[in-house]
Structure formats: structure tokens, C-alpha cells
């Protein structure tokens, strides 16, 4: 049995003869027939409508709660000079993806404390050996500043990848695939456009920098799609 394109179910008698390729309808109480195919319209569309169901977020931290996590971050961070930093922000990150829920569902953050400490050294060293070229020689300032150029989208990517990577909703992380090349044409451009602007035209970099991030994460094989206009950044 089938149903036509009037909403009427069509039995076909697999002894009965077929004309063209087409079943032929059998009568069989027209009215029951009708209310079954009814419902089943009524069914499929309920379920597409909650396939299609916009799902909102919802945080239930506490000031409370997070003064007393934030406090002890401060206070070690200042006494161990700033390398307690990267387990500060792991403390942070969990605090607030535990409380924010999605279907139900918490957020997970699975970054090691040493990894993010491994990658803040790394900047540090560039920063320290940066300084120490232009007090040597201050014509290399411009070898410097063109350097810092180009590795800026380098280093957004990587921290986007990072993170993303790091986080996972019902124990699926997500996943970030935005390239280099993408990340330094809006670096640029964005640069360009804020400089010839006078700093009025820097919403558009944000713009295009969110929709290089949503754009670019994935969550399994499903992909994040940024629909927003430039006029609330």
C-alpha cells in the first residue's frame, strides 16, 4: 500500500494485474483509509517540526560559586608569577562549560593544564627574543612587525583548533578545519579596512572573524553556520 497524492492510501492485491507499472487502487473502507492517512501526515510533520526544533542554552553558575574559584585564581597567579595561569584558565573553562547546558546536556573541557603552559612559553620566547632583535639593531623592527603579521592567523587558528578540540557536548568534542590562508586574509583585510576607516570599520573584522569560527566548526559531521549581519558588532 501507498499513499497517493491526495492523501488517499492505495492498496494494490499482489495476485492483481499491473497496467504500465501502475498498482492498481483497491477499494477498502474509503473512510478508515482516509483518517489512517491523515494521521500519518499529522505524524510526519510533528517530527520534522521537532527535527528542525531550535534549541536554546541555559547557565545555572552562581557569583558565588565562581568569586571563590576566580579569588584563588588571582592569588596564585600572582604568587607563582603567572605560571599558574594555565591551570586558572582550565579551572575557569570547566566551571563554566559544567554550567552550561544545552538539551540537558553539560559541556566538557578537556585541555591539560600543561599543554596551555607549553603553548604561552612558546609566545613569550617569540615576544622576548622580538625585543631583544630591535634593541640590538632597530632597523629589524620592521622585519619584526612583518613577522608578527603573519603569525597572528597562525596563532588564531591553532587556539580555535585548541579549543575546540578540547570540548565535547554527550562525549562528542568538536572539531575546528579553518585554514591559514583564510585566517590571514581576514587578518589583513581587516587591518586594511580598520586603517583606511579610521578604526570605525573594525565591526567588520569581528564579523568576519566569527563567521571564519562558526563557519569552520563541526560537531560530528554536522556543521556551525553564522547568519549574523554586521550591524549588532
Same mark, same amino acid.
Given at each position: 500500500?501507498? #499513499?497517493?497524492?491526495?492523501?488517499?492510501?492505495? /492498496?494494490?492485491?499482489?495476485?492483481?494485474?499491473?497496467?504500465?507499472?501502475?498498482?492498481?487502487?483497491?477499494?477498502?473502507?474509503?473512510?478508515?483509509?482516509?483518517?489512517?492517512?491523515?494521521?500519518?501526515?499529522?505524524?510526519?510533520?510533528?517530527?520534522?517540526?521537532?527535527?528542525?526544533?531550535?534549541?536554546?542554552?541555559?547557565?545555572?553558575?552562581?557569583?558565588?560559586?565562581?568569586?571563590?574559584?576566580?579569588?584563588?585564581?588571582?592569588? %596564585?597567579?600572582?604568587? &607563582?608569577?603567572?605560571?599558574?595561569?594555565?591551570?586558572?584558565?582550565?579551572?575557569? /573553562?570547566?566551571?563554566?562549560?559544567?554550567?552550561?547546558?544545552?538539551?540537558? *546536556?553539560?559541556?566538557?573541557?578537556?585541555?591539560?593544564? /600543561?599543554?596551555? %603552559?607549553?603553548?604561552?612559553?612558546?609566545?613569550? #620566547?617569540?615576544?622576548?627574543?622580538?625585543?631583544?632583535?630591535?634593541?640590538?639593531?632597530?632597523? %629589524? *623592527?620592521?622585519?619584526? &612587525?612583518?613577522?608578527?603579521?603573519?603569525?597572528?592567523?597562525?596563532?588564531?587558528?591553532?587556539?580555535?583548533?585548541?579549543?575546540?578540540?578540547?570540548?565535547?557536548?554527550?562525549?562528542?568534542?568538536?572539531?575546528?578545519?579553518?585554514?591559514?590562508?583564510?585566517?590571514?586574509?581576514?587578518?589583513?583585510?581587516?587591518?586594511?579596512? *580598520?586603517?583606511? &576607516?579610521?578604526?570605525?570599520?573594525?565591526?567588520?573584522?569581528?564579523?568576519?572573524? /566569527?563567521?571564519?569560527?562558526?563557519?569552520? *566548526?563541526?560537531?560530528?559531521?554536522?556543521?556551525?553556520?553564522?547568519?549574523?549581519?554586521?550591524?549588532?558588532?
Amino acid at each position: 500500500w501507498e #499513499i497517493n497524492k491526495g492523501g488517499e492510501i492505495a /492498496m494494490q492485491d499482489p495476485q492483481s494485474e499491473q497496467l504500465d507499472g501502475v498498482p492498481e487502487a483497491v477499494p477498502h473502507d474509503e473512510v478508515a483509509a482516509n483518517e489512517i492517512a491523515a494521521e500519518m501526515v499529522a505524524a510526519a510533520t510533528k517530527n520534522s517540526t521537532l527535527a528542525h526544533q531550535a534549541l536554546g542554552f541555559s547557565f545555572r553558575g552562581q557569583a558565588g560559586e565562581y568569586f571563590r574559584i576566580w579569588i584563588v585564581n588571582i592569588a %596564585l597567579t600572582i604568587v &607563582t608569577l603567572g605560571i599558574f595561569s594555565a591551570w586558572a584558565k582550565v579551572r575557569r /573553562m570547566r566551571y563554566f562549560y559544567g554550567n552550561t547546558r544545552l538539551a540537558g *546536556s553539560v559541556f566538557e573541557y578537556h585541555a591539560k593544564p /600543561m599543554q596551555i %603552559l607549553k603553548g604561552r612559553l612558546l609566545v613569550l #620566547i617569540f615576544f622576548i627574543a622580538a625585543s631583544a632583535l630591535q634593541t640590538i639593531d632597530p632597523t %629589524l *623592527s620592521i622585519l619584526v &612587525t612583518g613577522l608578527f603579521i603573519f603569525l597572528v592567523p597562525w596563532v588564531i587558528v591553532r587556539a580555535l583548533s585548541f579549543r575546540l578540540r578540547n570540548s565535547s557536548w554527550r562525549n562528542l568534542r568538536f572539531n575546528f578545519v579553518g585554514q591559514y590562508n583564510e585566517s590571514l586574509g581576514i587578518t589583513l583585510g581587516g587591518a586594511a579596512v *580598520s586603517a583606511v &576607516t579610521m578604526g570605525i570599520g573594525y565591526f567588520l573584522w569581528l564579523k568576519w572573524q /566569527m563567521r571564519f569560527f562558526i563557519d569552520n *566548526s563541526r560537531f560530528g559531521d554536522i556543521q556551525g553556520r553564522f547568519t549574523g549581519g554586521g550591524g549588532g558588532f
